[in-house]
């Protein structure tokens, strides 16, 4: 052994794989490193997570949702509120993937809820409306039909989103046809009062519910892309099997694959490989 050079032992070895571990652990934690797929190895390190990573895990996983929306803004704060409480656990208490709420699917259902929490909320602040003309009245009982029907959209949309992501995007069809008839009735409210001042007034009122509810309709509309950026393969979603497998083989690419033009193929001939017809003894 060459003079000045000490050997390598164990615990040496040992201590540098443990500090690449710690590096490359940071390296993606700042990086917002994310499998939404929750594998085993995943929900250990998720356990033991400290408070601050497991904010900032939501924090991000946030701003991954909101980024496809008009209002990106009131999508965080409602997304925020809707996540209020679930970040910090109480000490040695050990946090779950699930309690945080940080799946893109859960917190699609999130955003959707908002918007009905938001439109039952614009019911009752409409109560203190005063109204001057009976077209006004009448108006604003047809808007408290139109807030019904909406929440009730609203309800069966965030109720839908259950079981798999795969389940999810199959829904995407129903659920944008659920939130575009949820702005129908919300603008249709708006139309039914005659132009002036409470006219203005619900409109105002209306434009968080406006926000959340076209929020939530773009979210759908991008889910696949939204799906992606999270790293969840678009062809692990697929109900059908892919085009490769779907190919229909034509007579002379179906011959290559027959027992004789196999047993006659240039690269076992080639490799003098001997071909016995049967079963060997």
């Known amino acids: 052994m060459a003079e000045g050079r000490r050997p390598i032992t164990i615990a040496t070895l040992t201590s540098l794989v443990l500090a690449a571990v710690v590096v490359a652990e940071a390296i993606a934690a700042d990086h917002g490193g994310y499998n939404p797929t929750f594998s085993a190895k995943t929900n250990d390190k998720w356990v033991h997570a400290s408070p601050l990573k497991q904010i900032s895990y939501l924090e991000k996983a946030i701003k991954v949702v909101c980024s496809s929306t008009d209002y990106p803004e009131t999508c965080k704060r409602a997304l925020e509120m809707a ?6 656990h109480p000490k040695g208490q050990k946090a779950h993937p699930k309690d945080h709420k940080a799946h893109p699917k859960d917190l699609v259902k999130m955003a959707i809820k908002a918007a009905g929490d938001e439109v039952s909320a614009v019911m009752k602040r409409t109560e203190m409306f005063k ?63 005659p132009h002036g001042k409470i006219k203005a007034d619900m409109k105002k009122a209306l434009k968080t519910a406006n926000e959340l509810t076209s929020n939530s309709l773009a979210i759908i509309s991008n889910l696949s ?32 694959f027959t027992v004789g033009t196999f047993l006659e193929a240039d690269w076992i001939k080639a490799a003098n490989v001997p071909v016995h017809i049967g079963l060997s003894g």
């Open 83 to 88: 996540t209020k409480g679930q970040k910090a």
């Open 131 to 193: 109204f001057k003309s009976d077209e006004e009245k009448g108006a604003l009982e047809d808007c408290k039909k139109l807030f019904y029907d909406a929440t009730e959209e609203l309800n069966i949309s965030a109720s839908s989103i259950v079981g798999d992501v795969k389940e999810l995007t199959s829904k995407s069809s129903d659920l944008n046809n659920w939130l575009s008839a949820v702005r129908s009735y919300l603008e249709t409210c708006v139309d039914g009062f």
């Open 225 to 256: 892309s939204l799906l992606s950026t999270f790293g969840i393969r678009r062809h692990l979603l697929a109900e059908k099997p892919s085009r490769a497998l779907d190919k229909d083989f034509n007579r002379t690419e179906a011959e290559k």
